[in-house]
């Protein structure tokens, strides 16, 4: 006759096999009947911060370091405090942080040579020295770090120290070498040698530096990867609304805003339940897609809450002050940003700054800043950075009154856009040769330049973006409806107060056309909402 299973076993089972609350459950039963052995309080610790569960991970792992202290098993005591380190820190507590941190250092200064919790302990004070803009003295002791998990055969603390090293480098402009070492950290993570909590701070670390450095195929490569994961473990809080975030930024890129607001805030109600890390990506991706649908409100309160988190949302909030004619606060908000970014960060901003510096006149900081965006980081150059450059050399060129040129450039960056999947971005390319193709005397070639611009537009509800359009082709100023005769039908309906549901049954069409319809008013009339666009049409008297 077998003997059944333990409250333990079935927490460790449960842990295995990814169940966390299952886990949890049968640990803190186990716990209230007997105790439990130190690593398995550890491994508590674990699932309650993978649940989200912080201030109860913090307890947990409190009493492991207590326990193994008392068991004399100094280097795991020490591990605990330097994980705690991290934990409090990341968690905005500093003060009980730094306690962790001289505890920890105390306990070593006792034992007879190196081990692993002296590496674990390196981590903290190396990702510092990164945050704080030292990265090559933090490389130093990630490297030390390295070699202590090597020598200990620790496969987490060895994928951290690679984590570290690989992100230094692509902080200190190194940036193909430190991705080739952070791909190699991600296939120790996908062939799950490593833990859950340190492989979800690294999958999250590696979008950031792919973010960062422009490396969009890289990017997508990841998040599909990290989505994976987390789709694995379904009941998981930590480290999901991150990779909502990723997806978000990504969904933006290829022009499906609905779905992207969609994700952002499902990062956001993350953050809620225990993701805080998850906090600026939710609600700075909000702010860009209603930025881009030209909800100015919304996209204020958006990134005002990510600035919360104490990282400058840019550079979506100096394109919203652009948008809104704050030239000189978006140029000041840019400037401050350049001067405390280090080269990486620097690219990542220079596109906006092209636009910006060119919106306030000054044509040799936009030169300035294409000459830098300009100069190759790698032999062959990231399509999304040479997309960039491109589309800015063509802003830049047509401000100089080269049209031959910036059309070549606009051109180019289109088909590279394009390839990309990016929609927004590459109908921008063809509003620039559309204003090439005019400045050239093609009258004809500038109006399908402006005509497809605007469709695509239209279509993805950019309504500032089709407002310039109109601008730009005399359309805004005309006597004359932009509408079809359709979409007025449909204005007259929305004007009356019917939902979609009502004007589909009335004009004999489909809910889905129906959106379609009123998506194309608000953008051709460059309002944000039904009740903007019912004011509007009574204004002009386009109904009745």
């Given at each position: 006759m077998s003997v059944p299973d333990t409250d333990l076993d079935l927490g460790r089972s449960a842990f295995h096999e990814r169940r966390w609350r299952d886990a949890l459950e049968c640990l803190t039963r186990a716990d209230s009947e007997g105790g439990l052995p130190p690593q398995d309080i550890e491994l508590a610790a674990s699932v309650a911060m993978l649940l989200g569960l912080n201030t109860q991970s913090i307890e947990y792992l409190a009493r492991a370091h207590d326990e193994f202290l008392t068991m004399g098993d100094i280097d795991s005591a020490a591990r605990c405090a330097a994980w705690l380190v991290m934990f409090l820190k990341d968690m905005g507590e500093p003060a009980r942080g730094n306690g962790w941190l001289s505890r920890a250092k105390h306990l070593l200064e006792g034992m007879p040579g190196p081990c692993a919790a002296e590496g674990y302990l390196l981590i903290p004070a190396a990702l510092g020295l990164l945050r704080s803009g030292a990265p090559e003295v933090g490389q130093g002791l990630f490297s030390r770090?390295?070699?202590?998990?090597?020598?200990?055969?620790?496969?987490?603390?060895?994928?951290?120290?690679?984590?570290?090293?690989?992100?230094?480098?692509?902080?200190?402009?190194?940036?193909?070498?430190?991705?080739?070492?952070?791909?190699?950290?991600?296939?120790?993570?996908?062939?799950?040698?490593?833990?859950?909590?340190?492989?979800?701070?690294?999958?999250?670390?590696?979008?950031?530096?792919?973010?960062?450095?422009?490396?969009?195929?890289?990017a997508h490569e990841w998040t599909a990867a990290l989505e994976r994961w987390c789709g694995d473990r379904p009941d998981m809080v930590m480290f999901s609304g991150q990779c909502q975030a990723y997806r978000a930024e990504l969904l933006i890129l290829h022009g499906a805003w609905e779905e992207a607001l969609a994700v952002a805030r499902a990062a956001e109600g993350r953050v809620r339940k225990g993701d805080p890390d998850a906090t600026f990506g939710s609600w700075y991706q909000q702010g860009e897609v209603f930025r881009l649908q030209g909800f100015v409100e919304e996209a204020t309160k958006a990134y005002a809450t990510a600035a919360g988190t104490g990282f400058e949302p840019v550079p979506g909030i100096a394109l919203l002050e652009l948008a809104e004619h704050k030239t000189a606060q978006a140029q000041a908000t840019l400037r401050r940003a350049m001067a405390g970014a280090d080269s990486i960060n620097r690219r990542r901003l220079l596109p906006t700054v092209v636009e910006v510096e060119l919106a306030a006149g000054d044509m040799a900081a936009a030169r300035f800043a294409l000459n830098e965006l300009s100069e190759p980081t790698h032999e062959d150059g990231r399509p999304l950075e040479l997309a960039m450059a491109a589309h800015a050399a063509a802003q830049v060129l047509l401000a100089e009154a080269q049209p031959q040129a910036a059309l070549r450039e606009s051109r180019r960056a289109w088909r590279i856009w394009y390839s990309l999947e990016a929609p927004y971005e590459a109908a921008r390319c063809r509003v620039l040769a559309g204003r090439a193709c005019a400045l050239l005397g093609d009258p004809d070639s500038a109006a399908m330049e402006f005509e497809a611009a605007k469709a695509e537009f239209a279509d993805l509800g950019a309504t500032p973006a089709v407002a310039e359009v109109l601008e730009l082709t005399g359309e805004k100023n005309k006597g004359g409806s932009p509408l079809t005769e359709r979409?007025?039908?449909?204005?007259?309906?929305?004007?009356?107060?019917?939902?979609?549901?009502?004007?589909?049954?009335?004009?004999?069409?489909?809910?889905?056309?129906?959106?379609?319809?009123?998506?194309?008013?608000?953008?051709?009339?460059?309002?944000?909402?039904?009740?903007?666009?019912?004011?509007?049409?009574?204004e002009h008297g386009l109904i009745r």
């Open positions: 770090a390295l070699e202590l998990g090597t020598t200990f055969d620790d496969k987490d603390l060895q994928a951290m120290a690679r984590l570290g090293i690989g992100t230094s480098h692509v902080s200190l402009g190194q940036v193909e070498e430190g991705l080739e070492l952070l791909d190699e950290v991600m296939v120790s993570v996908t062939a799950g040698e490593v833990s859950p909590i340190p492989a979800g701070i690294i999958f999250c670390a590696v979008l950031g530096s792919c973010r960062l450095s422009n490396d969009v195929r890289r979409e007025l039908e449909v204005l007259r309906l929305v004007a009356g107060g019917h939902a979609n549901r009502t004007i589909a049954r009335e004009l004999y069409l489909s809910e889905k056309t129906v959106a379609r319809h009123v998506s194309n008013i608000l953008s051709k009339l460059a309002v944000p909402s039904r009740s903007a666009a019912t004011g509007y049409a009574f």
